[in-house]
């Protein structure tokens, strides 16, 4: 019942910056933790940033530094600001939530969007 939406994907140049973004809606009462993940073909999904509800931030060694993420809580809304981007950073990104429901916790997955970094 709850939907990540994201947006913001595309093809930039190396040097170049995107910024993503993923609003939460439908049936949520609480959003927990949201968080960025990025999957290559052929190889795992991994966590690229995370951050809670009270703000506290992870980051993957590969991109501190280089990535932003923030949250707007009342918005249900996460952020990806991604600067000085590297063909190694090409990938589907995928928005992620935990979220309670009547005392129980879901997980919920955006539906991915493209980053391409070339010349």
């Known amino acids: 019942q709850v939907q990540l939406v994201e947006s913001g994907g595309g093809l930039v140049q190396p040097g170049g910056s995107l910024r993503l973004s993923c609003a939460a809606s439908g049936s949520i009462f609480s959003i927990d933790a949201m968080a960025w993940y990025r999957q290559v073909s052929g190889k795992q999904r991994e966590q690229v940033a995370g951050i809670t509800s009270g703000g506290l931030i992870n980051y993957a060694d590969s991109v501190k530094g280089r990535f932003t993420i923030s949250r707007d809580n009342a918005k249900n809304t996460v952020y990806l600001q991604m600067y000085s981007l590297k063909p190694e950073d090409t990938a589907v990104y995928y928005c992620?939530?935990?979220?309670?429901?009547?005392?129980?916790?879901?997980?919920?997955w955006g539906q991915g969007t493209q980053v391409t970094v070339s010349s």
């Open positions: 992620y939530a935990d979220a309670s429901q009547g005392g129980f916790e879901y997980n919920y």
